[in-house]
């Protein structure tokens, strides 16, 4: 478990294995708490450390990872989110978020607004009964709340200059 509440970012260093195997480097502050079979939310999938080397993580990638995330269409030096697990003594700061990711969405604007923003994002059809106005929503791992729902998208609050994603 999860809170979306970002404590770390990361870097995309290489796929292996026909991308099916994904290879990130990590702050040295999250490779030391994490041993082979951990699990660490990038970029809010959750996904269990296969290999460590120094500071550099390797994870597994699913079929169902590839074709419900953006995992398996990142660019070399691109960053992620990163966020280590709940322990049974760590504060709620954001929304609970299991790391199980339903779908890709699509950013469809952005509009600043002081004292934060506001984004528009396109939801799958299949989706849109899960998402509910005032209810909690991850975006790349990020926590937001969903500000309203309409035919096609949601909209989140934002703070400006940090949307979620890259």
């Known amino acids: 478990m999860f809170t979306g509440i970002i404590s770390h970012r990361g870097l995309f260093r290489e796929y292996r294995k026909s991308r099916s195997e994904l290879v990130i480097e990590v702050p040295e ?23 460590i080397d120094n500071r550099r993580l390797t994870f597994n990638l699913s079929r169902e990872t590839l074709a419900k995330t953006t995992l398996g269409q990142l660019r070399p030096g691109q960053e992620l989110n990163l966020e280590l697990p709940l322990t ?14 339903d779908g890709i969405g699509q950013v469809l604007g952005v509009k600043l607004r ?5 984004l528009k994002i396109r939801l799958e059809r299949e989706l849109r009964k899960f998402v509910v106005e005032k209810g909690s929503i991850a975006v790349n791992g990020v926590s ?3 500000a309203g729902v309409a035919a096609g998208y949601f909209e989140a609050g934002a703070y400006p200059g940090h949307p979620p994603g890259n």
Do not use: W
Not at 37 to 43: H, N, Y
């Open 29 to 51: 502050e999250v490779s030391r708490q994490l041993e082979k079979g951990q699990s660490l939310a990038v970029d809010g999938v959750c996904l269990t450390v296969t290999a």
């Open 144 to 146: 937001l709340t969903v």
């Open 114 to 118: 002081r004292p934060g923003g506001r």
């Open 88 to 101: 049974a003594g760590s504060l709620l700061g954001g929304h609970l978020v299991t790391g199980h990711v």
